[in-house]
């Protein structure tokens, strides 16, 4: 079989849902490489999930997204590299600049490699999603100001705001200016409904001003994964005497994401969802599985997939167990939904104005998110002022950081 079956599918599903690279475009190649070695029986499958450069492949890897603590990786992976570049910027820059300086590169470089797929696809595929860095806490007007700044960086740019009350104002306002959105840190339907008002009144004031947004995407991600481990899910689940089990998370999450979904269907707003932060389950007899990829997908859905997730696909390929998409929506058992809904921090995710706009923020796994992408800004800028830096353990197979260092 020439593609993993669970793009294959996808793309039969609805043409509409991709995957993407949920990296650093700088180590892509080192990546796909290692994979070419250690699965050699698999290579045609390997080229057509991962096409050199990101070309117009309809069956591949078709966009990616970053964010401080990707782009901080990267960087760690190949520190001399990043040295030198450093010691060749102006002695003038402070260290906040020089760190601005590698970010913003990191992103140009990035959005290069995908501009032919987005020359190819008109813009609908080949975007590189940039982060806001900083943006938690920064006031709405700063959040527009800094994602100008990162939209201005190559035209297939599509600018990163986190889910606060603040973020959407800065999302309506940059939809209004013809920017291309990435909605992250959600985590609740409040939230994707509050995404859905901005981008819809953005489009109407850049109807207004006569500003184009025909060209312009929008994608809301739902970090699904990270719904289910926040503690505060157990602790609360705990004071009313229930146990949650590894599938009632899973379980919560799946039905997070459907209701998106079906609040995403009732309005006419040209906004997709993106499901990140997916995981890898192991059962009681060592079998690997994923929810996230084989309880969702029977509606347009785009997934940004991890090095171990796309190794993932591929072991499963080479076990001739691949994974596969729903055909259609799953259906949640009734006792568990139940069990959730006794639960306060699921409502909130679950039910729409169950979240207060001023609430985002405070959500806990919107916190626990902001405080990881403050960590690898805060690593970049203490690599940029040369100190002893150390990442946290990464993901990845080591063998893929070897050859990408």
């Not at 709405?140 to 297939?156: I, K, M, T, Y």
């Not at 990435?182 to 489009?203: D, E, R, Y």
Request: with cysteine; aromatic share 8%; proline share 6%.
């Amino acid at each position: 079989m020439d593609v993993p079956d669970f793009v294959r599918l996808l793309k039969q599903k609805n043409m509409d849902s991709e995957v993407w690279w949920d990296a650093s475009p700088t180590l892509y190649a080192a990546f796909k490489h290692t994979l070419l070695m250690k699965y050699p029986s698999l290579s045609s499958m390997i080229e057509n999930l991962l096409p050199d450069g990101f070309s117009d492949n309809k069956t591949g890897v078709s966009g990616a997204t970053t964010n401080p603590r990707l782009i901080t990786q990267a960087v760690l992976n190949a520190p001399q590299r990043w040295r030198e570049y450093l010691s060749a910027l102006p002695s003038r820059f402070s260290d906040e600049d020089k760190a601005r300086q590698v970010y913003e590169h990191m992103i140009t470089v990035g959005a290069a490699a995908l501009e032919p797929r987005w020359e190819a696809s008109r813009h609908r595929q080949g975007w590189l999603s940039a982060q806001i860095e900083g943006a938690v806490g920064m006031s709405a007007d700063a959040l527009v100001a800094r994602g100008l700044q990162l939209a201005s960086l190559a035209p297939n740019v599509m600018v990163k705001v986190p889910g606060s009350e603040e973020g959407y104002q800065a999302i309506e306002e940059l939809v209004a200016q013809g920017c291309s959105i990435n909605n992250t840190f959600c985590f609740s339907v409040s939230q994707v409904a509050a995404c859905l008002k901005a981008i819809h009144t953005g489009q109407l004031r850049a109807r207004l001003h006569g500003v184009d947004t025909d060209q312009a995407q929008y994608v809301i991600s739902f970090m699904i994964g990270r719904l289910g481990a926040e503690p505060e899910f157990e602790r609360q689940a705990e004071q009313r005497r229930l146990r949650l089990t590894a599938s009632d998370r899973r379980w919560a999450e799946i039905a997070v994401y459907q209701a998106i979904q079906a609040l995403m269907r009732r309005h006419p707003i040209p906004a997709r969802l993106l499901l990140c932060s997916l995981k890898i389950d192991v059962d009681a007899c060592g079998r690997e599985h994923c929810w996230h990829l084989q309880r969702t997908g029977a509606d347009t859905t785009l997934y940004t997939l991890t090095p171990h997730i796309i190794e993932f696909l591929i072991r499963r390929q080479q076990q001739k167990q691949p994974i596969t998409p729903a055909g259609g929506w799953v259906q949640m058992p009734k006792r568990v939904l139940q069990r959730l809904m006794a639960i306060p921090y699921f409502n909130q995710a679950y039910f729409e104005g169950d979240l207060a706009p001023w609430e985002f923020s405070a959500h806990p796994a919107f916190v626990t998110a902001s405080q990881y992408a403050r960590e690898g800004q805060e690593t970049l800028l203490a690599f940029v002022r040369g100190g002893h830096v150390r990442s946290r353990p990464n993901p990845w197979p080591q063998s893929s950081l070897e050859r990408a260092s």
